[in-house]
């Protein structure tokens, strides 16, 4: 669940980094927080890409 949330995120900020530049600070927030997820995942032991 995890997971897919921060791929989603992910794949959000990317859209938004490359079509709207202009939203910048809310598209890098969505970075933060998907990198977050991903190291909660690292940190209780589970697979990070499953």
Known sequence: ????I???????WLVGF???????G???ILLVIAVVLFLIRIIRGENPLK
Do not use: K
Not at 18 to 24: A, D, K, L, M
């Open 26 to 28: 809310f598209i890098h």
């Open 6 to 12: 921060g791929f989603i995120l992910i794949v959000l």
């Open 1 to 4: 669940m995890l997971t897919t």
């Open 18 to 24: 490359i079509g709207f530049h202009v939203v910048g």
